[in-house]
């Protein structure tokens, strides 16, 4: 008897910002599977168990919500924001793709959910109105040069880029080495957003510009938006300012 | 005496993802501006006025919204997906950019939504697991070359795709320019997803390669995910197949 996989989705941490969707597949399900502090989001009812796991043990944490899954429980596996960005949907895949022939036929079902930097980039304005990167500055997974490659292709083309997972205890220079290699292409004006903790308590939001920007702003619960040459600051007396990126590109300055 | 803008992402169709919060503002709205179909999802009530616009009139229709919360009308405008993202969320800010001062002094804010690229994503497994960019295929408000420049920078770094407004009756021929271009760059087996109004009516999800993609598989209400060398489909028998990109890139293979 094979149960389900249900991945979903919590949104960026305010709880009105989890779609009724992700609401009515947690309510459904028996085992709760994440990173700790994704959990402690949910009110678990006394039927419903929690298996709690570290941050970076994302495949056997997916290994064992399809154990479960096999054995014919409903299992939630959580991520904040969305879990097929940057989440715990690819790990699933992985898993299956790599697992025994009996989790390919899993119920399996990706519940999605509000990423940050749709989060971030609402709370400034519309910094992501034009075509964008989403890009993780983690070379835990894959090589630095293999990031400093995409820097380059993106931000010189025009995209606009938002960054996830852009520092950390145990890599604590990657955001500052972004910004100079962004230094070299794009103009000092660049707008650059910093949105901590948007929607839940703590929240920080923090608009500047490329020459000015500091990687100490931003700590592991940050997305950073770094405009494109065409993202404008519009200033506002008495209210923060508006961010961005307007719907024409590539055109003679209007 | 100023009213509100509220910028409303109504996702990407199924009321089941419309979050919260976007509930709450559409029913503290008395005026609601959009294009019609997008209005047609929304259940007004008495009190509350619907004032549709055509599809390409976003400029025209930030200046009406934002006139009438000048004039002290707290004011909805709905974008399908997330506003934020190729929605009117910028249209809105360039209008307050280019407008009467006192626009800038007007509360606005944007409320997120789930834009279309995470439900497909979700749909077809996690190819949207690593890094990735979204492109508009419209060359009404840029220059095609851009375009082209974007698809060539973007895929040969080895990032995701997502494709939106990919074609429609007054743009052709664009998709199929863009399977030519990432031909020349990706292998003949990267994956293409082509996700049709995901979470409504009429929704069809078709996963093929890229020597194989028809850009007549795609209308107005599609987006289409095109993978990265990396990008991985793992047939199941019985079942649709899953679509991933894995959390590790630019590593010898496995």
């Known amino acids: 008897m094979s149960g389900r996989i249900l991945v979903v989705g919590l949104g960026p941490g305010n709880p009105d910002q989890v779609t009724p969707e992700a609401q009515t597949a947690l309510a459904e399900a028996s085992d709760f599977f994440g990173y700790g502090p994704y959990l402690d989001r949910l009110e678990l009812s006394p039927g419903q168990t929690r298996h709690a796991s570290d941050n970076r043990e994302e495949l056997s944490r997916a290994r064992a919500a399809l154990d479960m899954a096999a054995a014919g429980r409903t299992v939630a596996v959580v991520s904040g924001g969305d879990a097929g960005v940057f989440g715990m949907a690819a790990a699933l895949c992985e898993a299956i793709e790599s697992g025994p022939l009996e989790w390919c036929g899993i119920d399996f ?77 794009l103009p000092a004006s660049t707008p650059v957003i910093f949105g901590r903790a948007v929607g839940r308590p703590g929240e920080r939001m923090a608009v500047t510009t490329l020459d000015e920007a500091r990687a100490d702003e931003a700590d592991m619960a940050t997305c950073v938006i770094v405009g494109s040459p065409e993202t404008r600051i519009v200033e506002r007396s008495g209210l923060p300012p508006l961010v961005y990126s307007p719907r024409s590109a590539g055109r003679p300055a209007r």
Chains 1, 2 share one sequence.
């Open 109 to 185: 079902r990706v519940i999605p959910g509000l990423t940050a930097m749709l989060a971030v980039a609402a709370r400034a304005g519309a910094p992501l109105g034009h075509d964008f990167c989403a890009i993780s500055l983690s070379d835990n997974l894959k090589p630095w040069e293999v990031i400093e490659k995409r820097l380059r292709a993106a931000a010189g083309a025009g995209f606009v880029l938002a960054f996830y997972n852009p520092v950390s205890r145990a890599r604590p220079w990657q955001l500052a080495r972004a910004f100079e290699i962004l230094r070299d292409i």
